[in-house]
């Protein structure tokens, strides 16, 4: 079946840029998304790229898509300690909006 | 502006009970979907309603039932919870793109 991974941990010092990594293996994939979950709380949707894009940039998220390997990136410029949270990966195939795969998640740290 | 609302945040349960959990949303998606996250795991979809009056199996059926009471609400019922189903769950709903999650109720079966 459809697996999305991710490492586990990042750690990184205020104001440096993260970039939290991703692959995937669906290669039907249709939207692929960012969600960010803090302490106690559900997961909020950051960003989506549809498949057809390579990049995508909203304020100081950047999504780069590498369709070949199958690969996912969330860069966050100038990195502040409201970032800190767990940031997960999914992807969503053609045909069925209802199988999102979910990867297990990046627990990023920002160091003051 | 609530977006999707889960009732209990918490609950613990002595293995045998049974509990519904309730999820209402008022921003009039036709999907909603029931998730459990256990460590180390993500999110893994136990059930979900592509519109008012159908439901589906997801990936982890098993021990749950749900019903679509109407556009609004999903709710998730356990018949006879089991340790197993210690967890924290969550329920979305989406539009074309995207879901919507609610903060969680957090089950612990004894």
């Known amino acids: 079946g459809e697996d999305v991974e991710q490492s586990l941990f990042l750690s990184v010092r205020e104001g440096d840029s993260s970039v939290i990594n991703c692959t995937y293996t669906d290669s039907s994939s249709t939207y692929l998304y960012w969600y960010k979950q803090e302490p106690g709380a559900g997961l909020q949707l950051l960003t989506y790229?549809?498949?057809?894009?390579d990049m995508k940039q909203d304020q100081r998220l950047t999504v780069l898509l590498n369709k070949k390997d199958k690969h996912l990136s969330l860069r966050i410029a100038d990195t502040q300690t409201g970032d800190s949270a767990i940031y997960f990966c999914?992807?969503?195939?053609?045909?069925?909006?209802?199988?999102?795969?979910f990867g297990t998640g990046t627990k990023l740290q920002v160091i003051p | 502006n609530a977006g999707v609302t889960q009732t209990p945040k918490f609950q613990v349960l002595k293995t045998g009970q049974s509990m519904t959990l309730q999820c209402a949303q008022d921003?009039?998606?036709?999907?909603m979907y029931w998730y459990r996250q256990d460590p180390g795991m993500g999110l893994r979809l136990i059930y979900y309603s592509a519109s008012e009056g159908t439901t589906d199996k997801g990936e982890v059926p098993n021990g749950y039932n749900v019903s679509r009471l109407n556009k609004r609400e999903f709710s998730l019922r356990l018949e006879s919870a089991a340790p197993s189903q210690t967890s924290v769950y969550f329920c979305?709903?989406?539009?074309?793109?995207?879901?919507?999650f609610g903060d969680g109720t957090r089950l612990s079966i004894l």
């Open positions: 979305a709903s989406s539009p074309s793109y995207g879901q919507h």
């Open positions: 790229i549809f498949s057809n894009m």
């Open positions: 921003m009039n998606h036709n999907s």
């Open positions: 999914a992807e969503r195939p053609s045909g069925g909006y209802q199988k999102v795969t």
